[in-house]
């Protein structure tokens, strides 16, 4: 068998519409080969430098967290900004969608943390979000012991919920304790393997137990036509000065054009 073969292309043209129906089902889906290895390993160079070069690295025990690298490094933009890409959050989201930020996510070898079961629409001041999703790419392979993606399917119902935190294992089950029983599903990733997964889903990542770097870019896609809400407080949009109301300005949040069909 043929690498090609062994590690197929995902298009928006041939997406299936199982794959769109089990996303609509279960919150999150595997979409293999959404770039090619030598991309990925092309990526995973750049992040690499990158990560050197910022001035506002957010290092923790968890993870390194850099936002906004479209706006920062030409490489990581093709990336961030693949129109392919889009068109497959927009199949599966069904509605027109426009980018909120990037964010590059490194766990360091050994890191010995987990990060714990958490949503992501609480972190963010979005208000009349009719669907927003995250495609998070793997720029290396990332077995179960190199921090992999585990997802509770159908969780992403779960709605008004504060924010939960990454570090403690049992917050966010303090806030829904009826996911504590339910089915767990765990998703390596060969680089150039993507998940998406809905901005409500519950969903963690194990830590990184191996002696290599475990580097993902994550683009997060939301809805065109949302507004800005008052709070929570977030980086990408507190300095632009936007009023509560507003529609997030194109010039920072790029908007994609629709799938077809």
């Not at 025990?61 to 392919?84: G, K, S």
């Not at 890191?111 to 992501?120: I, K, P, R, S, W």
């Amino acid at each position: 068998m043929d690498a090609a073969a062994a590690h197929p292309r995902t298009t928006p043209e041939n997406l299936s519409e199982d794959t769109v129906a089990a996303y609509r089902r279960d919150g999150f889906v595997h979409v293999p080969g959404v770039i090619s290895r030598t991309d990925a390993a092309r990526y995973a160079e750049a992040a690499l430098a990158v990560r050197s070069t910022v001035r506002d690295n957010h290092d923790g025990m968890i993870f390194t967290q850099l936002l906004q690298l479209w706006r920062r490094d030409e490489t990581l933009r093709e990336l961030t900004l693949d129109p392919a890409l889009a068109a497959i959050a927009s199949r599966l989201a069904g509605i027109p969608l426009r980018l909120w930020h990037d964010q590059l996510l490194i766990k360091d070898p050994h890191n010995g943390a987990a990060t714990e079961f958490h949503q992501d629409q609480p972190y963010w001041p979005h208000t009349g979000s009719r669907h927003a999703l995250s495609a998070w790419v793997a720029l290396v392979d990332v077995p179960v012991d190199r921090g992999c993606m585990t997802f509770i399917p159908g969780s992403q119902h779960l709605d008004g919920l504060r924010a939960q935190d990454l570090s403690d294992h049992a917050d966010m089950f303090a806030v829904a304790p009826e996911l504590e029983w339910e089915r767990r599903v765990t998703v390596p990733l060969r680089a150039g393997d993507c998940t998406f997964h809905h901005s409500l889903l519950a969903h963690s990542a194990t830590p990184n137990l191996t002696d290599d770097p475990r580097i993902a870019h994550v683009i997060i896609y939301v809805d065109a036509d949302l507004s800005l809400a008052s709070e929570p407080a977030h980086p990408v949009t507190d300095p632009l000065g936007l009023a509560a109301g507003e529609p997030l300005p194109d010039e920072h949040f790029p908007r994609f054009r629709p799938a077809r069909g």
